[in-house]
């Protein structure tokens, strides 16, 4: 069975720090890229960093300079150091991984269950 499991979300005041943790497990051939996503209520999932396996990344706007992305490719684990929080960085982040899980298959879009991110000012 496939799995992303999260973990290292909570509450934080404003100014605070979290590191989110994701980690793939299962049948697993590859994985190409990982990243993070969040999505509040009534909206739409929006990325917000990802990680090529060669390490190459990429940030939504607004958390370049406070969010760093890394991964542990022996480890299939994608971090997300998240640092000076904001109340508008509240909301329910996923892990994505693009995993290819024999050498005859497709790359398919994985996800993780979801953990929340609350901010407080």
């Known amino acids: 069975q496939l799995q992303l499991v999260e973990s290292g979300g909570g509450l934080v005041q404003a100014g605070g720090s979290l590191r989110l943790s994701c980690a793939a497990s299962g049948v697993i051939f590859s994985i190409n890229t990982m990243g993070w996503y969040r999505q509040a209520p009534g909206k739409q999932r929006e990325l917000v960093a990802a990680s090529t396996r060669d390490g190459n990344t990429n940030y939504e706007d607004s958390v370049k300079g406070r969010f760093t992305i890394s991964r542990d490719n022996r480890k299939k684990t994608v971090y997300l150091q998240m640092n000076s929080l904001k109340p508008e960085d509240t909301d329910v982040y996923y892990c994505?991984?693009?995993?290819?899980?024999?050498?005859?298959?497709?790359?398919?879009?994985?996800w993780g269950q979801g953990t929340q991110v609350t901010v407080s000012s």
């Open positions: 994505n991984a693009a995993i290819r899980r024999t050498w005859r298959t497709n790359m398919d879009d994985s």
